[in-house]
Structure formats: structure tokens, C-alpha cells
T-cell receptor, first 113, second 110 residues
């Protein structure tokens, strides 16, 4: 199984809402990532979890809160977002070697009204 | 930090023509990876190159890593409409951080 799944596929939320994005992989990978991708731009790294511990936070605003409940799951909690946060949010995973391939999920397309 | 420049930004070709996208870095890279993202899709890993001067082929796709490990190219021979999408190069530094190039958006006209 080389699949990374993400839910929901689409999400529309208001600026006062609280929502969560979910990501799951069953490849035994120990590194998981959140990326943000705006239209016609490359993915931008937000967070990296290694062995269920947050190892990189790319100066992401606190209205984005990641969580790694176990080695297969990764969540991104959203609160008080701004319209400019509308984007495709991609989850990825890789094994624990720095040069290893990253497998991306299909993404959640988020619209903030 | 390290960055890669990718050119061209856009490329329109007639079906059957060849296509090449280039990535250039001012510093030596430990590796280079290539991803393809179809319209409305997500990045899909194509290949990784790690050795100086390495050349790898996947059917009509040829990937090269420069001798100095500062540049890389992806060449598609005889493009097909299924090749449409954005091609990204990327490299991974320490701490599992993948940095993407700006991408080349390929349009194939039938």
C-alpha cells in the first residue's frame, strides 16, 4: 500500500470556524509532512513530524496547529483562518532517510470565506 | 538557504515534439528529485538522482544530474497529451526538508 489518504477533499469554512484536516498512511513511514500549495506555485513546507515528534515548523502562524496522534496519522487543526489561507493542503510521508521519496496525498482544497 | 531555479515557467508544445525542463542551483546538491503534478492533482514522485553525471530513463523520459551536481534536466521525447502537467524538481537537505523548484507547466497541443 503506497497510498496517503486525506480527508476531506474539499472544505469551506468561515474565519471564526474551527476545523481539522486529516492524513493517514500505512506504509510504516516515520516522517510525515504538511505542505501548503497556492495555485500555480510549488508546495511550501509547513511542518515536519519525525517519529511522531514535531521536528520542523516553518514559521507557520499559530492558527495552524499540527498533531501527530500516532505514526500513521497526521492532523492539521485550523482556527481563525484568513481568506489568504485558502489553498491546497497536501500531506506527505517518507521513511526516515533524508533523501527518501515523499509520497503525497491528494490534498484538501480549503476555501476560507 | 539552498534554492533551485527552474526554467522555463511555461512550455507549449505540439504533440510529438520534445520537451525539456531545467533546474539550476548555485550550490552543490546532495540529490535531486522530480515530481509531476497533473492539473487538479497532487505531486507524484518520478525519480531521484544522487550521483554526479547520473542519467536515468523511464520510457520517453530522460533525467540527468550534472557532473557538478548543481543542475538537472528532464527531457520528454515525443510528447503525448498524457504528459500535460507541471513538472517540479526538488531536493532534500538535512532534516528531511524537501525544497521545490518553481515548476514548469507543460501544455501539449493535439
Amino acid at each position: 500500500d503506497t497510498e496517503v489518504t486525506q480527508t476531506p477533499k474539499h472544505l469551506v469554512m468561515g474565519m471564526t470556524n474551527k476545523k481539522s484536516l486529516k492524513c493517514e498512511q500505512h506504509m510504516g513511514h516515520r516522517a510525515m509532512y504538511w505542505y501548503k500549495q497556492k495555485a500555480k506555485k510549488p508546495p511550501e513546507l509547513m511542518f515536519v513530524y519525525s517519529y511522531e515528534k514535531l521536528s520542523i515548523n516553518e514559521s507557520v502562524p499559530s492558527r495552524f496547529s499540527p498533531e501527530c496522534p500516532n505514526s500513521s496519522l497526521l492532523n492539521l487543526h485550523l482556527h481563525a483562518l484568513q481568506p489568504e489561507d485558502s489553498a491546497l493542503y497536501l500531506c506527505a510521508s517518507s521513511s526516515d532517510f533524508s533523501t527518501d521519496t515523499q509520497y503525497f496525498g491528494p490534498g484538501t482544497r480549503l476555501t476560507v470565506l | 538557504g539552498q534554492q533551485v531555479m527552474q526554467i522555463p515557467q511555461y512550455q507549449h508544445v505540439q504533440e510529438g515534439e520534445d520537451f525539456t525542463t531545467y533546474c539550476n542551483s548555485s550550490t552543490t546538491l546532495s540529490n535531486i528529485q522530480w515530481y509531476k503534478q497533473r492539473p487538479g492533482g497532487h505531486p507524484v514522485f518520478l525519480i531521484q538522482l544522487v550521483k554526479s553525471g547520473e542519467v536515468k530513463k523511464q520510457k520517453r523520459l530522460t533525467f540527468q544530474f550534472g557532473e557538478a551536481k548543481k543542475n538537472s534536466s528532464l527531457h520528454i521525447t515525443a510528447t503525448q497529451t498524457t504528459d500535460v502537467g507541471t513538472y517540479f524538481c526538488a531536493f532534500s537537505g538535512s532534516a528531511r526538508q524537501l525544497t521545490f523548484g518553481s515548476g514548469t507547466q507543460l501544455t501539449v497541443l493535439p
